[in-house]
C-alpha cells in the first residue's frame, strides 16, 4: 500500500484532469487496448449529469461533487467525476448521461420528462440500487426531487436495446453500485427504531406519570384508571401532543378524591421531569434493541445485492459479449462524514454490511479473466486513516456549505463554486457527506488506472 500511496501522491493533476492520454507513472505512454467506448453503470459516484435539468441546472448542479470548471480557482476544481477522468485516460470524448430528467415536484421545478440520449452511455444515476428501482431521493420516497433512479439491472438492460442486445467487445464498462442499498437499508431501519422508540418513550413515560399522579388519591387504583382513560381521549385527538395529553391527565388526576393538590404546577413539576427522563430511557433502549436485532437482516440483505450484482456483470455483461468490465467495490461508507456522525454500533453495522456486500463481488467475480475487481474499499478506508500521502487535507468535513440558504438541497447535486465553505477546500475529500470532491474523484481516476495497468488492461 506505502508504493501505491507514493505512486498517486506523485502524479501529475494535469495527466487525468486533462484531455486524455496515459499517465506518464504508469510507464508505456501508449494504450495496451484500443477501447471504442466507455459504458457506465452505477449511481450518484459515477452519475455524468442525469439530473442536469430544471431547477438543478438553473442552481448550476448536476453531478454529486463540487460543479462547475473552476480550475481558475485551483485546478483540482475541475467538476468531474472519475468515470469522466476515465473516459479522458483512454482517450475518448467525455461521457454524456443515458437518461436525463426529474419526476418530482413541478412546482419547484422538479418535474422534467425522462429523456434519452442516443450515444450517451453514462448509465449511472444518483439513487440507483442494485435491482429495487426505489432509491434515496426517489418520489416514492415523499422527496420532492424526483430522483429517477433507475436500477442497474434497468440500466444495463436499456443499454443493450440501444446497441441491438450485444457489447462488441472493445468497450471498457465501468460497474461502481451498492452504496445506495446500504443507504436506503440504513435509513429504513433508522425510521423504523425511532419509531419503536417513541412508542416504548410514550408508553413509559404515561405508566410513570399516571403512576405518580394517582398516589396521592384516596383510592390509587381508581384513580389510575381515570387519568389512563383521559390520557387515551386526549391521544387520540388530532394534533395532540405530550403536552395536551399531559394536561389531560393532570386534570383527570386533581378531580380524583383527595388529590386536589396535584393541580399545582409546584406538585405535578416534577413528576413530569421524572416520567420524561423514564420515557427517554425506554425509548433510547427500545429503538437500540430494535436495531439490534434487525441489523443482521440488513446485512443479508446487501449480501444479496452483491450476489445480485454478480449476476448482472456474469450473464448480462460478459454473456452479452463485455471483455472488459471493471468493478469497483463499495468505499470505506463508515468514515464519510455521514457515516462518522453514527455511534459505533452503527458504524459496526455499516461497516458488516459493506464488507458483505464486497465479499460477495470478490468471491462471485475472482474467476472471471473479463472482470477487474478494484478494491476502492482499501484504498478509501487507507485515505481516512492516512491522508497526507495523498495530498488530502480534510478527509472528515464537506466541502460544500449544506446550509439551507446555501444549498437547498443539502446535497453535493447543487454545490458548486458558489456555496462553497470558506477556505481552500480543493484537497479535501469529501464534497457532501457520502460524495467526494473532484480531487477524490481523481485519486479514484487514477487508482482504478493502477488496477487496469496492473491487468494489462491499459
Same mark, same amino acid.
Given at each position: 500500500?506505502?508504493?501505491?500511496?507514493?505512486?498517486?501522491?506523485?502524479?501529475?493533476?494535469?495527466?487525468?484532469?486533462?484531455?486524455?492520454?496515459?499517465?506518464?507513472?504508469?510507464?508505456?505512454?501508449?494504450?495496451?487496448?484500443?477501447?471504442?467506448?466507455?459504458?457506465?453503470?452505477g449511481?450518484?459516484?459515477?452519475?455524468?449529469?442525469?439530473?442536469?435539468?430544471?431547477?438543478?441546472?438553473?442552481? !448550476?448542479?448536476?453531478?454529486?461533487?463540487?460543479?462547475g470548471?473552476?480550475?481558475?480557482?485551483n485546478? &483540482?476544481?475541475? @467538476?468531474?467525476?472519475?468515470?469522466?477522468?476515465?473516459?479522458?485516460?483512454?482517450?475518448?470524448?467525455?461521457?454524456?448521461?443515458?437518461?436525463?430528467?426529474?419526476?418530482?415536484?413541478?412546482a419547484?421545478?422538479?418535474?422534467?420528462p425522462?429523456?434519452?440520449?442516443?450515444?450517451?452511455?453514462?448509465?449511472?444515476?444518483?439513487?440507483?440500487?442494485?435491482?429495487?428501482?426505489?432509491?434515496?431521493?426517489?418520489?416514492?420516497?415523499?422527496?420532492?426531487? @424526483?430522483?429517477?433512479?433507475y436500477?442497474?439491472?434497468?440500466?444495463i438492460?436499456?443499454?443493450?436495446?440501444?446497441?441491438?442486445?450485444?457489447?462488441?467487445?472493445?468497450?471498457?464498462?465501468?460497474?461502481?453500485?451498492?452504496?445506495?442499498?446500504?443507504?436506503?437499508?440504513?435509513?429504513?431501519?433508522?425510521?423504523?427504531?425511532t419509531?419503536? @422508540?417513541?412508542?416504548?418513550?410514550?408508553?413509559?413515560?404515561?405508566?410513570?406519570?399516571?403512576?405518580?399522579?394517582?398516589?396521592?388519591?384516596?383510592?390509587?387504583? &381508581?384513580?389510575?384508571?381515570?387519568?389512563?382513560?383521559?390520557?387515551?381521549?386526549?391521544?387520540?385527538?388530532?394534533?395532540?401532543?405530550?403536552? &395536551?395529553?399531559?394536561?389531560?391527565?393532570?386534570?383527570?388526576?386533581?378531580?380524583?378524591?383527595?388529590?386536589?393538590?396535584v393541580?399545582?404546577?409546584?406538585?405535578?413539576?416534577?413528576?413530569?421531569?421524572?416520567?420524561?427522563?423514564?420515557?427517554?430511557?425506554?425509548?433510547?433502549?427500545?429503538?437500540?434493541?430494535?436495531?439490534?436485532?434487525?441489523?443482521?437482516?440488513?446485512?443479508?440483505?446487501?449480501?444479496?445485492?452483491?450476489?445480485?450484482?454478480?449476476?448482472?456483470?456474469?450473464?448480462?455483461?460478459?454473456?452479452? @459479449?463485455?471483455?472488459?468490465?471493471?468493478?469497483n467495490?463499495?468505499?470505506?461508507v463508515?468514515?464519510?462524514?455521514?457515516?462518522?456522525?453514527?455511534?459505533?454500533?452503527?458504524?459496526?453495522?455499516?461497516?458488516?454490511m459493506?464488507?458483505?456486500?464486497?465479499?460477495?463481488?470478490?468471491t462471485?467475480?475472482?474467476?472471471?479473466?473479463?472482470?477487474l475487481?478494484?478494491?476502492?474499499?482499501?484504498?478509501?478506508?487507507?485515505?481516512?486513516?492516512?491522508?497526507?500521502?495523498?495530498?488530502?487535507?480534510?478527509?472528515?468535513?464537506?466541502?460544500?456549505?449544506?446550509?439551507?440558504?446555501?444549498?437547498?438541497?443539502?446535497?453535493s447535486?447543487?454545490?458548486?463554486?458558489?456555496?462553497? !465553505?470558506?477556505?481552500?477546500?480543493?484537497?479535501?475529500?469529501?464534497a457532501?457527506?457520502?460524495?467526494?470532491?473532484?480531487?477524490?474523484?481523481?485519486?479514484?481516476?487514477?487508482?482504478?488506472?493502477?488496477?487496469?495497468?496492473?491487468?494489462?488492461?491499459?
Amino acid at each position: 500500500m506505502r508504493h501505491t500511496k507514493l505512486a498517486l501522491a506523485a502524479m501529475t493533476l494535469a495527466v487525468l484532469a486533462g484531455c486524455g492520454g496515459t499517465d506518464p507513472a504508469a510507464g508505456d505512454q501508449t494504450t495496451k487496448v484500443k477501447y471504442s467506448a466507455q459504458v457506465s453503470f452505477g449511481d450518484s459516484l459515477s452519475d455524468v449529469g442525469s439530473y442536469a435539468v430544471g431547477t438543478v441546472a438553473a442552481l !448550476k448542479g448536476g453531478k454529486f461533487t463540487i460543479n462547475g470548471n473552476n480550475t481558475s480557482v485551483n485546478e &483540482t476544481l475541475t @467538476g468531474k467525476n472519475w468515470t469522466e477522468l476515465t473516459a479522458a485516460q483512454i482517450g475518448l470524448a467525455a461521457p454524456c448521461a443515458a437518461v436525463t430528467g426529474l419526476d418530482g415536484n413541478a412546482a419547484q421545478g422538479f418535474s422534467v420528462p425522462a429523456t434519452p440520449h442516443a450515444g450517451c452511455y453514462g448509465y449511472a444515476m444518483g439513487g440507483s440500487r442494485v435491482t429495487n428501482p426505489i432509491g434515496p431521493s426517489h418520489k416514492a420516497t415523499g422527496s420532492a426531487l @424526483g430522483a429517477l433512479t433507475y436500477p442497474v439491472v434497468t440500466q444495463i438492460a436499456n443499454h443493450l436495446k440501444a446497441v441491438g442486445g450485444k457489447f462488441k467487445g472493445d468497450e471498457l464498462v465501468l460497474v461502481m453500485a451498492g452504496g445506495n442499498d446500504a443507504l436506503f437499508q440504513l435509513g429504513a431501519l433508522s425510521s423504523a427504531a425511532t419509531t419503536a @422508540g417513541t412508542t416504548a418513550g410514550n408508553t413509559a413515560y404515561l405508566t410513570s406519570l399516571i403512576g405518580q399522579l394517582a398516589a396521592g388519591a384516596t383510592n390509587p387504583v &381508581t384513580a389510575a384508571g381515570a387519568i389512563g382513560a383521559a390520557a387515551q381521549t386526549a391521544a387520540a385527538q388530532s394534533g395532540a401532543t405530550q403536552t &395536551t395529553i399531559t394536561q389531560a391527565a393532570v386534570g383527570a388526576a386533581a378531580v380524583q378524591p383527595g388529590n386536589s393538590a396535584v393541580a399545582s404546577p409546584a406538585v405535578y413539576g416534577p413528576m413530569v421531569t421524572k416520567a420524561t427522563a423514564a420515557g427517554t430511557a425506554a425509548g433510547q433502549k427500545a429503538g437500540a434493541d430494535y436495531a439490534t436485532a434487525h441489523g443482521p437482516e440488513l446485512v443479508a440483505a446487501m449480501g444479496q445485492a452483491g450476489t445480485e450484482l454478480v449476476a448482472l456483470v456474469k450473464n448480462q455483461l460478459i454473456a452479452n @459479449g463485455a471483455n472488459y468490465v471493471v468493478v469497483n467495490n463499495l468505499p470505506d461508507v463508515a468514515t464519510t462524514p455521514s457515516g462518522r456522525t453514527k455511534d459505533a454500533s452503527t458504524q459496526a453495522l455499516i461497516n458488516a454490511m459493506v464488507n458483505a456486500f464486497n465479499s460477495a463481488l470478490s468471491t462471485g467475480l475472482a474467476s472471471e479473466p473479463k472482470v477487474l475487481v478494484v478494491d476502492v474499499f482499501a484504498v478509501s478506508h487507507d485515505q481516512a486513516t492516512n491522508p497526507g500521502p495523498y495530498g488530502l487535507t480534510n478527509v472528515s468535513e464537506t466541502a460544500c456549505d449544506l446550509s439551507t440558504t446555501k444549498n437547498p438541497l443539502g446535497s453535493s447535486l447543487v454545490c458548486n463554486a458558489s456555496n462553497l !465553505k470558506t477556505g481552500d477546500v480543493s484537497h479535501w475529500s469529501f464534497a457532501d457527506d457520502v460524495h467526494p470532491t473532484p480531487y477524490n474523484n481523481l485519486l479514484l481516476a487514477r487508482y482504478v488506472s493502477k488496477a487496469m495497468v496492473t491487468k494489462g488492461w491499459l
